[in-house]
């Protein structure tokens, strides 16, 4: 696969996953516009890997997290976004969404690049710790301190589909 | 009752509000990626070739020419030797930091290195690569981290910084009052959380953090990545040492328009980068290497919290790509003054930014919203054709001194 190729079939996804990271469409840009430089002038290696998907988006991830303060990058405007929340409640499940969303704004980067990667892109926690350059134990300790954080429970349905513990379980 | 199914949601709506695609920011070169055989341009070349992996896409046939970045123009360096600050009231003297870098006159940039700070287990790379008119700051990088970045090309992030602010210069604020009282070295602090100085961080994001009164109305501050790590942060406090060095700049300011002044400096000397070279990628070495300026014309500083620096509202000089002249101008009007090409673009508000080929780097001026139609397109010329680049800019022995380079006589 050659980087045009794909770039035209992964920069949607990618641009959608920048976003998870960092809640605002210029920034999501940047990241990935500075991952894709790089990408392209390393394409050649990068393509022969196994999932050269998967290693993209660990630089996405990388470049998210980095927080060298590269002046070269700011933006002339912030672009934060706002939800179109439908939810079967509009009174108290909106508002309490709507928090939750501000709340995730405001987590460390590190627990948001975890939450992205678990709730988002679905990453088992083996992979997200690979990804992370970190232990399973960490992954798990970000996701508990996230979740506690923004007090928030697991779901039935990923409970029965993981195993995956609570919070409270998680961090004993 | 908030469940992960909240999250899932969340994260969805959010990426259904990414852009379709990725914009191509005009002011930006289009040029392919240069040839390590063939490398002479470095510095900051990210954003150029950002803009190369989305021309790719939009036009290939641009890609598929091949250019060589022009020679360097054989310009030494000035000021060999170091020429210390001028600023009144600065301290050099004594091993602790509370003689270090602990200015009189609060908001006024010292261009020099005011200290340094001992290696720890894991993190031998820290660095003091900024300096603004409240503080003094040096990024850590752990080693794994860096063997990391060595080992694959990519960028890995710093672990943490280490803030050294100046006398007046910062104020705790209630929040670390109401923090865990702990002592550095025989001095006074708190462990709190408190607002990252780093301002990628997302808006009102706040850390774990130890600041400590090095000396009367004088405070430093140590973030971490690694949440709730007090033992580390108090060792880099108490790594922290006195220190007097000088900061070497690519480029050198030789005009800047009456009322403007410089009011930070970050700068990365080949090598210090969180990548550095390795065979085959002669790209990572150079993505943080270089040097960017912070111009403005009001040093009022935001007291407590928040890296104001990191502004676009300010006006601001960097090395940020490589370039050839004959695509350097591709969506701006271009302009010629002395022989150097310029190219200017302009929104509504007035030219927001200027670039122009030097010594086999692209050199921009951004102008920020509050500096948007403040300058004549003429001063924002005589800013960059008045820039002199180092000689051999991968070669930071060539680099300026920042005591000089920073400060342009009127």
């Known amino acids: 696969m050659t980087f045009d190729e794909y770039v035209l079939a992964h920069e949607r996804r990618l641009l959608a996953f920048a976003m998870t990271l960092t809640f605002d469409r210029r920034l999501a840009e940047d990241v990935l516009q500075d991952v894709l430089a790089r990408a392209f002038v390393r394409w050649e290696t990068i393509s022969a890997v196994e999932q050269p998907h998967a290693y993209v988006r660990r630089m996405v991830v990388n470049e998210y997290i980095s927080f060298r303060r590269r002046w070269a ?26 928090a939750l969303f501000h709340e995730m704004a405001k987590l460390p980067r590190r627990q948001r690049a975890v939450l992205a990667l678990r709730f988002y892109e679905d990453l088992p926690d083996t992979e997200i710790a690979r990804l992370m350059h970190c232990s399973t134990a960490t992954v798990r300790s970000y996701v508990s301190r996230a979740l506690a954080k923004l007090r928030v429970q697991i779901a039935d349905t990923e409970r029965r589909a993981t195993g995956r513990l609570t919070p409270e379980e998680g961090s004993s | 009752m908030r469940t992960t199914d909240d999250i899932r949601a969340i994260f969805a709506d959010v990426a259904e509000k990414a852009p379709q695609s990725l914009d191509v920011p005009s002011h930006v070169d289009l040029a392919p990626p240069p040839r390590r055989r063939h490398w002479r341009a470095p510095a900051l070349a990210a954003a150029s070739v950002a803009v190369v992996a989305v021309a790719a896409l939009a036009v290939p046939a641009a890609l598929n020419r091949h250019h060589d970045t022009p020679a360097g123009t054989g310009r030494t360096s000035a000021s060999p030797s170091p020429v210390r600050p001028t ?149 880099f406090a108490a790594a922290v040492r006195n220190a007097d060095q000088p900061l070497p700049t690519i480029f050198r300011l030789t005009y800047l328009p009456a009322g403007l002044s410089v009011s930070g400096l970050t700068s990365t000397l080949p090598g210090d980068g969180v990548s550095t070279m390795t065979p085959g990628n002669a790209i990572s070495h150079v993505i943080y290497t270089g040097t960017s300026l912070l111009l403005d014309d009001s040093t009022a500083a935001t007291p407590t919290g928040g890296d ?103």
């Open chain 2, 87 to 235: 600023a009144p009231g600065i301290r050099y003297t004594g091993t602790a930091l509370d003689r270090a870098i602990v200015s009189a006159q609060p908001h006024a940039l010292v261009p020099r290195i005011g200290f340094r700070v001992d290696v720890q287990p894991g993190f031998q790379h820290i660095k003091v690569d900024r300096i603004t008119s409240r503080y003094q700051s040096a990024t850590i990088v752990g080693d794994h981290d860096w063997a990391e970045g060595n080992a694959t090309g990519d960028q890995t992030g710093p672990d943490g910084a280490i803030y050294v602010f100046y006398r007046g210069a910062y104020d705790p604020p209630s929040a670390a009052k109401r923090g865990q009282p702990v002592s550095v070295e025989g001095k006074a602090g708190y462990y709190a959380k408190l607002p990252w100085m780093n301002a990628d961080a997302a808006p009102n994001a706040v850390t774990d953090t130890l600041i400590w009164q090095y000396a009367p109305d004088a405070w430093a501050m140590v973030q971490m990545e690694t949440p709730n790590d007090l033992a580390t942060e108090r060792a």
């Open chain 1, 73 to 98: 990058r700011h933006e002339p405007q912030r672009q934060p976004i706002e939800l179109d929340l439908v939810v079967d409640d509009p009174s108290g499940a909106h508002a309490d969404r709507a």
């Open chain 2, 308 to 410: 104001s620096l990191y502004s676009a509202l300010e006006l601001q000089v960097m090395i940020n790509s490589t370039v050839r002249p004959g695509d350097a101008c591709p969506d701006g009007e271009a302009d010629v003054v002395h022989g150097q090409r310029i190219c200017l673009h302009h929104t509504a508000g007035g030219t927001d930014a200027v670039t122009a080929p030097m010594n086999g780097l692209s050199v921009t001026i951004t102008v920020g919203g509050n500096h948007r139609g403040t300058y004549t397109d003429q001063q924002l010329e005589q800013i960059i054709t008045g820039l002199k680049v180092a000689a051999r800019p991968l070669d930071g022995r060539t680099w300026f001194d920042a005591s000089t380079a920073v400060q342009p006589a009127r």
